[in-house]
């Protein structure tokens, strides 16, 4: 007989964010995590020096290097995690690698609690508001998983830990506890969007898509609408039928509206993803090797759905237009083919030279129906091509725009929640490569920049709009032995967001 698991094995905790002040040495947590010095005298205190120095005479402080102190039955706290390297001032970067390490360190020790006092240490040119963001943002990547479709328990483990206070002084304390409630929200969000990437295409279809974002509107600030293709044939949106039209499971544009800004009518932040659910190329077929990765083509739809709860969780007072482009690309008798011209909602026509490049066809009928809603600025999240990846790897997504100072906001906002980005050119040189002998522009070209390609193609239906657009083939998802959606970059639009929001 096959061994059942636990639900709370295959199911995410609810991991609880709080702000603690007071002494450490009355702390009630099962494990404190503490840089060697606060550790050393936290031990002295409840009367566990002597266990401690013994336990951490070897250990090396260095940025790194963690180790975890069992102070034995008989202290009210059971154990220490030391985090070396930060009993002195160091770089943001140094404390987030500090911060990894720690946050891995306690992802497996036993216990329900933990005490983080590392947003003591001195980081340059960083406020306690960072630091405590920082460290809440790792503990929840860290401490998520995905285990829904696992029965054998043997291969399961997961965290006890369902809650980490973060210990401030009367001085940090607002700052910490704003930070807490913020990284409270984020969690559901991303949790989400690494959720709904790493679920399988056969579950994670454009109607499931919908059903999920469905959930959003028990908030009364939140409605959310749908066009079927139906309506999008209605609306002439004939870019994004090419690609559904190949599919048995009916393509969707899924619409999320939140009117959290104190006036209704205040212009809103547009946010639109691709959400293809399996890319199969279509009749210009993918090779079968990492096929299987193509189900992560809806990760663009995914983080822009994520960033939209946390903003929604957060009670950001901002407007919010979150539009999804749902659809799978498959190959059939009735597929496109490539020669076939189609036209989009915007009137222009296009001829499909590779049913492979899709993301840009769903997305520019979904890019000119959002521009209805008069948005302030509209940001495009996709896993749009694979030159992303060559060009920057895993590290950065990259950054289109035709409004610097969008581009700017958005690389500053990587740059804070630590999911970063770096823009890209959208030179008018690159745009005669788009020209067709038969319609008004191709899909694909070749002669290099891909990427840059794909935002071209997306910048002739943007020009009555601030816009930037996100290639995250390379940074929404991990291949290989950590395979995986990371939610990337609902981090990144989340604190976008709260900016925007004036908090
Ligand atoms: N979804 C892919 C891009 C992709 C590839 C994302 C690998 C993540 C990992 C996209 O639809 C695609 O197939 N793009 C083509 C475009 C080309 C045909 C112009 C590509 O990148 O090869
Ligand atoms: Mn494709
Ligand atoms: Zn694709």
């Known amino acids: 007989m096959r061994a059942t698991i636990s639900r709370s094995a295959r199911h995410n905790q609810i991991m609880k964010y709080s702000t603690k002040t007071g002494s450490l040495s009355a702390t009630r947590f099962g494990c404190l995590v503490a840089s060697l010095k606060t550790a050393r005298k936290t031990a002295a205190g409840i009367g566990a020096g002597k266990i401690f120095t013994a336990a951490t005479t070897d250990f090396s402080d260095h940025l790194g290097q963690t180790l975890i102190v069992r102070l034995g039955s008989r202290s009210p706290l059971a154990r220490i995690a030391v985090v070396g390297g930060l009993d002195k001032s160091v770089s943001a970067a140094d404390f987030s690698k500090a911060v990894k390490a720690a946050s891995s360190a306690l992802k497996f020790i036993p216990g329900k609690n933990a005490l983080w006092t590392l947003t003591a240490t001195a980081v340059a040119k960083r406020d306690p508001y960072w630091k405590a963001s920082t460290a809440l943002s790792v503990l929840s990547n860290t401490f998520y998983s995905f285990n829904q479709h696992k029965t054998a328990s043997a291969e399961v483990t997961a965290p006890t830990i369902n809650a ?284 290099g920049a891909g990427s840059i390609m794909a935002a071209c193609f997306l910048s002739r239906f943007t020009e009555d709009l601030s816009w930037a657009h996100m290639d995250v083939a390379g940074s929404a998802f991990s291949g290989g032995a950590n395979k995986g959606s990371t939610g990337r970059p609902v981090g990144l639009l989340y604190r976008y967001l709260i900016k925007e929001a004036g908090q």
């Open 164 to 447: 980490i206070g973060i210990h401030a002084d009367e001085r940090t304390k607002a700052s910490v506890a704003r930070a807490v409630r913020h990284a409270q929200a984020l969690k559901t969000g991303l949790d989400w969007a690494r959720d709904l990437g790493n679920e399988p295409p056969n579950v994670c279809t454009p109607s499931y898509l919908l059903r999920e974002a469905r959930k959003l509107a028990k908030d009364p600030k939140v409605s959310v609408s749908v066009l079927d293709e139906k309506r999008m044939a209605e609306l002439n949106m004939g870019a994004f039928l090419a690609v559904s039209k190949g599919s048995e499971t009916p393509g969707k544009m899924i619409i999320v509206r939140y009117l959290g800004a104190r006036r209704r009518a205040d212009a809103p932040i547009a946010l639109v993803g691709k959400g293809i659910t399996f890319d199969t190329g279509g009749i210009s077929l993918k090779s079968p090797g990492a096929m299987d990765e193509m189900k992560f083509d809806m990760c663009g739809a995914a983080c822009v759905l994520g960033a939209t709860r946390a903003a929604i969780a957060a009670r950001l007072p901002i407007n919010i237009v979150t539009v999804v482009a749902a659809a799978e690309n498959m190959p059939s008798g009735r597929a496109t083919r490539p020669g076939d011209i189609v036209t989009s909602s915007s009137g222009r026509t296009i001829e499909i030279i590779n049913t492979d490049a899709e993301g840009r066809l769903v997305l520019c009928d979904a890019l000119t129906y959002v521009a209805r809603y008069k948005p302030k600025a509209v940001v495009d999240v996709a896993t749009l091509t694979g030159a992303c990846i060559v060009a920057l790897g895993s590290h950065a997504s990259a950054v289109y725009a035709n409004d610097d100072e969008l581009a700017r906001s958005l690389v500053a906002a990587g740059e804070f929640s630590g999911d970063r980005a770096w823009q890209m050119p959208l030179w008018d040189e690159y745009q005669p490569a788009l020209k067709s002998p038969f319609a008004d522009i191709v899909n694909s070209t070749t002669g």
